[in-house]
């Protein structure tokens, strides 16, 4: 899995992957992407048995990671966006 913080995962960005043959590979996250979000990283995963110079897939689910320790300020817009979309507290 691949921890990626809430507001890459709403407005999109890029992490890190790590690959079993220890690279890191950047991945493009696209806005609104859910939690448990699978990406495909063809031919970057476990080497074929006998055959290491082909490579399975690689899969990396998203993990959505909320902000800790909030602000008054940030607490503050969050609610603000929370009202917006039609939460009310329920």
Not at 15 to 33: F, N, Q, Y
């Amino acid at each position: 899995h691949i921890d990626v913080p809430l507001a890459v995962a709403m407005l999109g960005g890029e992490t890190h992957v790590a690959t079993p043959d220890g690279r890191r590979l950047m991945l493009r996250i696209p806005a609104e992407t859910s939690n448990g979000r699978a990406f495909r990283l063809r031919g970057q995963g476990m080497a074929h048995l006998g055959q290491p110079e082909q490579r399975g897939d690689l899969f990396a689910e998203v993990t959505v990671v909320l902000p800790k320790q909030l602000t008054a300020e940030q607490r503050g817009l969050f609610e603000s966006f929370a009202r917006s979309v039609g939460y009310t507290g329920q």
